[in-house]
């Protein structure tokens, strides 16, 4: 069986670079007996090593696309590639998400794709990802993976505004605040962290729903995935709703921004992290 597989390295990481390099190399040499393995990487990969390169965004067609860096690079992929399955091999600090060492990766990779081989299918998990809308379904954000935060012009004295979160309906919360935050449990320690939100396990089926320096606040709440939730922001000139902390869309106060799971998880496959143990790196 024929395995395409796509290869994206962390930008100016000469490291990440030189293990594109070894995978492509690999995969290719031992793809030979049970199929033809077709490798490409990244463009700015591509200017370094002598591997055929594409855009990430056209890596969707990919068996599987193996990403080589930080978090950020693997939320980069995940935005680009969206279901095609992802192995994140980790060359940053902590690494949630990316599970692979970098001694360990062209091992587990071409242990994947032999697998492939025979069962054509790769065993991971699903990871959701969210969605913020329009009041009137005008547009809809990039999903996001880690949170969709909704806040004022900018953050600090002068800058929020009045915010309300509403739960099923139900006025679960209202105050001047900076914005406040919708994380997935994968995104539970990134911002949502930062601003006194829960740690929650990546297994877990939850939303955390989070106030940013709220006057009058309330606790963060863990919802269901499917609770309605709908974030208010008025008397403010402007408010932005942002995906991921990338993709934005300006706001005209008042506003309201629906937030709910999108249709398309996105897909992690080979071995899992320790979660607990990786907790011991955050500051």
């Not at 700015?44 to 690079?73: K, N, Q, Y």
């Not at 208010?232 to 709910?260: H, W």
């Amino acid at each position: 069986m024929d395995v395409a597989v796509g290869i994206v390295g962390q930008r100016g990481n000469e490291r990440a670079q030189g293990l594109a390099a070894s995978l492509a190399e690999t995969l290719e040499r031992r793809g030979r007996d049970g199929g033809e393995t077709a490798v490409v990487v990244d463009e700015a990969t591509g200017e370094t090593v002598d591997v055929p390169a594409r855009p990430v965004d056209e890596m969707d067609d990919r068996d599987l696309v193996v990403s080589i860096g930080g978090d950020g690079t693997l939320l980069f992929v995940a935005r680009e590639v969206g279901p095609t399955p992802i192995l994140g091999v980790n060359l940053g600090e902590v690494g949630f998400l990316n599970a692979v060492a970098p001694e360990d990766a062209v091992d587990v990779v071409t242990e994947l794709v032999a697998d492939y081989r025979e069962t054509g299918a790769f065993e991971g998990r699903e990871l959701a990802r969210l969605e913020a809308t329009g009041e009137d379904a005008d547009w809809t954000l990039e999903p996001a993976l880690n949170e969709i935060v909704v806040h004022g012009p900018r953050r600090g004295p002068g800058g929020g505004g009045t915010v309300e979160i509403r739960v099923d309906g139900g006025r679960y919360a209202a105050s001047h605040a900076d914005g406040v935050l919708v994380a997935t449990p994968t995104g539970s320690t990134a911002y949502n962290l930062s601003e006194g939100g829960p740690l929650v396990h990546p297994t877990a089926d939850a939303l955390i729903v989070t106030q940013m320096a709220a006057a009058d606040s309330m606790p963060p709440l863990v919802v269901d995935p499917n609770t309605d939730l709908s974030i208010t922001i008025s008397e403010t000139d402007t408010a932005y709703a942002i995906s991921d902390g990338r993709n934005r869309r300006r706001l005209e106060p008042p506003a309201t921004v629906t937030v709910s799971v999108a249709d398309e998880p996105i897909r992690l496959v080979g071995p899992r992290g320790d979660f607990v143990s990786s907790l011991e790196k955050l500051d």
